[in-house]
């Protein structure tokens, strides 16, 4: 008959351990033992066995990562004297007085040594994974898979054991390595050595495991699946981008078309701005052979850019009759092209470039009328050559175009002297154009003439206020005649006229004709 080697006992019908190819098994029944033929000394009562696996978790409290077999060894045998637990040293409590192992005291032993570790399942939501399993011997076809028939433990006591293993498991010093928990209707005795777990009402002991590559296996799958979605992301994005790349190219594409669109409207509206710029040359010298007068279509593309500049030519603030401006529209062109006027004007030219080489400092002037009046005309900057408007009735503009401006026909009490007027501000001229008051000189009422025209200021004088006996250029200085003469006169605003008023409007005049030049007249009306 098999006896305990530890208590010396008989082995009775019960769960008996045993030590067999490096593991341990239990066993119900004795034939069991029996048929296994193992040697005397690897056969334990349970209570010894669990006795004695606590006593040498004290020596040694090595914790294993995983539970494997081959990390299972039998318990050295204790002599009747031994301590079997930390702060215990009295054997009293492992055996019986006929030298049989108590239960009871075994479970007495693991309520004091265990009490402060105490914990029940009592979780209901849980953070970790199921990473806990215990070995069911019982279950599987033969015995050669039982070792292999690992179950996974409950949630709860998962999560218990797995709180634990957070806490340390039994790598603190001052942890015990055994303590219970409570789950299903049961109380377990867990021991974190030799990852057992003894089922106190029953006595069963199964092996227990942590299976990491399972949490890992977890996450890596956590991580491949998070992996996936940022690609399908990626996918999406990239097939965004795509579309909106080709949203983009086809937008190009119409905006270079309607680009190309634009330039041959501007082609063919723009005609008469791109003539008069070939006509240029042609003038200075002097083989242009054409009309005095050429009346625009009204589809050209230079209505809309000079009625633009008259009305920015126009000062906002300016009240009165010059509100008359609001209701401004241009409803006639005339290109003057009089070669003998342009002749004269060219030779002018020469000549006040030749009266300024010796002149020192000369003021730049300029002209608030816009460019876009006439965009073509080639401006000299050095003689002060600007473009200015010049208000007068119909009779008055075929005389100019046919004649070009004559002083001589200027009122003689001029505020500013007898000569030709002219202005860069539209609601000035308006007051000379036949129109100002309502009443116009042409076939309707309330139509009026401007005369736009290329003027040579060359040296300018500033006036202080009215000279209006002043019949030729003013000297630069009336004590040395041979400094020569201004070559126009500016009134400036603010110029004081008398006592009460002063200049509203900017002015300049010329007392030489031939120092302008006709550009275009203007037929407009009041709408």
């Known amino acids: ?293 050429i009346q625009l279509n009204h589809r050209d593309a230079v209505f809309a850019s000079i009625q633009k500049a008259l009305l920015e030519a126009w000062p906002s603030h300016h009240i009165g009759d010059c509100l008359r401006m609001n209701r401004f529209s241009v409803i006639g062109l005339q290109q003057v092209c009089n070669t003998s006027i342009w002749k004269d004007y060219e030779y002018r030219k020469e000549q006040v470039r030749k009266e300024l080489e010796g002149r020192h400092s000369i003021p730049r002037v300029t002209s608030t009328l816009p460019r876009e009046v006439c965009s073509w005309a080639d401006l000299d900057e050095k003689i002060n050559e600007v473009l200015v408007i010049h208000g007068t009735t119909l009779d008055k503009t075929e005389q100019i175009a046919a004649f070009g401006f004559d002083e001589r026909l200027a009122r003689e009490k001029g505020l500013y002297g007898q000569g030709v007027y002219f202005t860069d501000q539209s609601c000035k001229a308006l007051q000379y154009s036949g129109a100002s008051k309502g009443k116009g000189s042409g076939k309707d009422p309330g139509e009026g003439y401007f005369i736009i025209a290329r003027v040579i200021l060359g040296h300018s004088m500033e006036a202080e206020g009215p000279l209006q006996k002043t019949k030729v250029e003013p000297p630069v200085d009336p004590g040395d005649p041979s400094k020569g003469r201004f070559h126009s006169v500016i009134a400036q605003k603010g110029v004081p006229i008398d006592a009460l008023r002063r200049q509203i409007h900017r002015e300049f005049v010329i007392f030489n004709g031939a120092h302008a030049y006709p550009e275009m007249i203007v037929h407009f009306k009041f709408s």
């Not at 029944?29 to 010894?48: A, F, M, N």
């Not at 949630?155 to 498991?169: C, H, I, T, V």
């Not at 890992?216 to 981008?241: G, N, P």
């Open 1 to 293: 008959m098999p006896t305990c080697f530890k208590c010396g006992t008989d082995a009775i019908d019960g769960e008996i351990a045993v030590w067999c190819k490096g593991t341990w098994k239990f066993f119900q029944r004795l034939t069991q033992v029996l048929e296994g033929q193992v040697e005397p000394r690897h056969i334990y009562c349970s209570g010894c066995w669990l006795v004695c696996s606590i006593n040498d978790l004290d020596r040694k409290r090595k914790h294993p990562e995983s539970v494997t077999n081959n990390q299972l060894t039998p318990p050295a045998r204790h002599g009747s004297g031994c301590g079997n637990s930390r702060g215990h040293p009295d054997s009293s409590n492992c055996t019986a007085r006929n030298g049989a192992c108590s239960a009871a005291a075994v479970r007495n032993l693991l309520n004091v040594q265990t009490l402060s570790n105490f914990a029940t399942d009592d979780c209901k939501d849980s953070e970790f994974e199921l990473v806990w399993e215990y070995l069911d011997s019982d279950r599987g076809a033969n015995a050669a898979n039982r070792n292999q028939n690992w179950q996974p433990m409950t949630k709860a006591m998962n999560d218990l054991l797995e709180k634990r293993w957070a806490d340390g498991w039994d790598q603190s010093p001052d942890s015990d390595d055994t303590f219970y928990v409570r789950g299903t209707g049961f109380d377990y005795c867990i021991d974190s050595r030799c990852m057992l777990q003894k089922n106190m009402s029953t006595g069963r002991i199964r092996q227990i495991r942590r299976v990491a590559a399972r949490a890992d296996a977890t996450r890596k799958a956590a991580e491949v699946k998070q992996l996936m979605q940022e690609k399908e992301d990626l996918i999406a994005t990239v097939a965004k981008m795509k579309q909106l790349f080709q949203e983009k190219e086809d937008l190009s594409a119409k905006v270079a078309k309607l680009e190309q669109e634009k330039k041959a409207l501007e082609a063919s509206q723009a005609g008469h701005a791109t003539q008069m710029m070939a006509q240029e040359a042609w003038r200075v010298s002097r083989q242009l052979r054409a009309k005095i007068c």
